[in-house]
């Protein structure tokens, strides 16, 4: 696992990141509730899964706080949410498989996040960030997995929209600014340094990479791309040598590629 535990994971503010996750939830809520059967039964670019159960997919990612809040509380802490990143591949077997089952077992799929709605908006009006969640991927606290849950929203939101010609679910902004930054932590977290700048305006700047460190003036390497480039990028839904040669990255300097970093999830 990356170096994780060696950089201070930024803080976020609770009442946005709870606000965040809920919006968009119904965000992508609303999109789905307007799909028909052929639009549902569109492949997507995950491998075998289709729009529906892409969709299906999603309810499990925010009801993993509901049914872990549900679960008694582990003794203690086992994942910070700089880690969590790097924890994700070792599930994704498990977690189509239990996708193609939720997809199959729900036709109704508003019934579905109606009822994952419900459930984590009466959770989360009683448990504090503090309570600790014996997740799969490692006890983390509640604050930190639902900073967890925009990424799983913000990067399958665009997933959909990509899979269905004018979906355009929109994106919360709490929620994608949130996704962006833990991203781009990670990447921080897993190259440390400070040869390298790495923009995804309007929402992270971070340094990385060993070498020379600049202290004043333009860094000598730097990276610029749009947040939903870097989303991909960090989570393999783009290639690194794809993004520069359709213009969506620029990298400039010695030290600006950050090919062999990416993706940071599986």
Request: hydrophobic share 40%; charged share 30%.
């Amino acid at each position: 696992m990356p170096p994780a535990k060696k950089r201070r994971a930024r803080t976020y503010d609770s009442a946005r990141i709870r606000a965040a996750v809920l919006a968009q939830f119904g965000n992508v809520r609303e999109g789905v509730r307007g799909l028909g059967d052929e639009e549902l039964g569109r492949p997507t670019h995950l491998g075998e899964w289709t729009v529906r159960e892409l969709a299906a997919h999603v309810t499990m990612a925010v009801e993993t706080v509901s049914r872990n809040i549900d679960r008694p509380e582990p003794g203690k802490r086992e994942l910070t949410l700089l880690d969590w990143p790097f924890a994700t591949a070792a599930r994704a077997e498990d977690i189509a498989d239990g996708t193609r089952e939720l997809a199959a077992d729900n036709p109704d799929l508003d019934a579905l996040y109606a009822r994952t709605e419900e459930r984590i908006t009466e959770r989360l009006a009683t448990t504090p960030d503090e309570r600790l969640l014996a997740a799969r991927t490692g006890a983390m606290t509640l604050g930190d997995y639902l900073v967890t849950r925009t990424v799983e929203l913000v990067v399958h939101t665009d997933d959909l929209n990509r899979a269905v010609p004018g979906l355009d679910i929109p994106y919360d902004r709490q929620a994608l600014a949130a996704c962006t930054r833990l991203l781009a932590d990670a990447l921080a977290a897993k190259a440390p340094g400070a040869s390298t700048e790495v923009r995804i305006p309007p929402y992270a700047v971070v340094q990385c990479v060993e070498g020379p460190r600049h202290t004043r003036g333009t860094p000598p390497n730097v990276v610029e791309t749009d947040p939903l480039t870097w989303l991909r990028l960090a989570t393999g839904r783009t290639e690194w040598k794809a993004a520069l040669d359709d213009a969506k990255v620029s990298a400039s300097g010695e030290r600006a590629d950050l090919g062999g970093l990416l993706p940071l999830m599986g």
